[in-house]
Each structure stands twice: as C-alpha cells, then as structure tokens.
C-alpha cells in the first residue's frame, strides 16, 4: 500500500491484561519503526527493524515488551501485563531506503490501560 | 547528549504573520535534520528537512535556516495560514549506532484568522 496502516486505532485494557498492536509498512519499504507518543508529546524511539531483523531495540522495555516483523505479515508490537504508564499512542513508521530517514508515519494506535 | 531541544512550546501567530520555531541540539553526529507536521488525530508527516552542509533550504513557504556552528535549526512559517495549525516536531537524525530520529518536544501552533 502507499500508507501506512495501523491497526487498531483505537486499544482499550485493564491494568494486566495483554495489548497488540499492528502495523502494515509501506510496500517495498526495507525499515519499520516504533514510536511511543505520551500526552501529545515527544516520541520515544522503541524499536527499528529492518525488513524481519531487528536493528535497535534499545527503547523497548524488555520485560513486558515484545515486537516482530514477520516476512508476508505486518509488524506487530506487543505489551504483556499493561500498566497504566503504558497509556500512548503508538506509531510505526517505515522507510525506504536509509535507515531512519524519511520516515513515513501511520495515523498511530491509542492505547489506553484503565 | 541526544536530545532535541524545541521552543516554543506554543505559539500563537496572526494569519499572515512569520511563525518561527527553533531547535538546537548537542550531539555532533546527527547529519540530517528533518521537520514534522502533525495533525490531531493524525500521525506526524515530513514537511522539509536539511543536511548540516546547508545553511538554508527553502520549499514553498517553509525555510529551515541551519547554523552549524550554534547547532542550533529553526523553522520559518511565511504568511502563516489557518491551515497551519499544527504540533511541529523537529528532529535530528543519528548516524551512528541506531541511525535512529531523536525528536524535539513539539510546539503547538496556532494561526488566528
């Protein structure tokens, strides 16, 4: 596609319980990332792929975070054991060519942990 | 050391009027310095962006004013629109290690009518 599409827009849990998240990159794009947004703020860098290997996931909370990106599947980003702080909207974005430049973003996934 | 720092945090400009948001930032090894608009509900989309070899870049009416020596980036906003009205993000990409956008925190802007 020439969008990116996340899937779903819109994540409701309670504390505890399981969330995934999905995201389709542009099609031929090599690089997906993923961003954490908080309160309309900044973006925390959570993770980098390129194509189904991981490149940096030095912004994942390890213990309860999990991310894939499966060759003919979209990307997944997975939260085990929600916390209320998890509470954002998360992007992926992907690009073409160099790695972390010209990032095409999705229209995000608001997760919200009550 | 890979912060983006942004201000204004919110700015209100008269349609028409010159908006300006400025970006600096301290790592030495960012070479490419994009900006974000983004709209609510919306996820961020590039705008314009500049390599540090450049002091300025100009598309339509945005301008990225670059100052290598400063580290500091601002963005230019002429005859600000309505349609303007936005969160503007700057960023900063890192060549080593992660190649990864280190963003600033946002500016809210608004233009009055």
């Known amino acids: 596609g020439e969008e990116v599409a996340q899937t779903p827009k819109h994540l409701v849990r309670g504390e505890g319980q399981k969330a995934k998240l999905y995201c389709a990159p542009i099609k031929g794009h090599s690089y997906v990332f993923w961003y954490q947004q908080v309160l309309k703020n900044e973006f925390k860098f959570l993770i980098s792929?390129?194509?189904?290997?991981?490149?940096?996931e030095t912004g994942m909370p390890k213990e309860r975070f999990s991310a894939k990106c499966l060759p003919n599947s979209p990307c997944s980003l997975e939260i085990q054991a929600t916390k209320l702080e998890d509470s954002a909207v998360y992007f992926c974005?992907?690009?073409?060519?160099?790695?972390?430049?010209?990032?095409?973003f999705g229209s995000g996934t608001q997760l919200s942990v009550l | 050391q890979q912060q983006v720092k942004q201000s204004p945090q919110s700015l209100i400009v008269q349609k028409g009027g010159i908006s300006i948001i400025n970006c600096a930032y301290e790592n030495t090894a960012f070479d490419y310095f994009p900006w974000y608009q983004q709209f609510p509900g919306k996820g961020p989309a590039l705008l314009i962006a500049i390599r540090p070899d450049v002091s300025e870049k100009k598309e339509g009416r945005f301008t990225i004013s670059f100052n290598k020596s400063a580290k500091q980036f601002s963005l230019h906003i002429m005859d600000s629109q309505p349609g303007d009205s936005a969160t503007y993000f700057c960023?900063?990409?890192?060549?080593?290690?992660?190649?990864?956008?280190?963003f600033g925190q946002g500016t809210r802007l608004t233009i009055n009518p």
């Open positions: 792929f390129q194509n189904e290997n991981v490149f940096d």
């Open positions: 974005a992907s690009s073409q060519m160099v790695l972390g430049e010209k990032l095409f």
């Open positions: 960023a900063a990409h890192l060549i080593q290690g992660a190649q990864k956008l280190v």
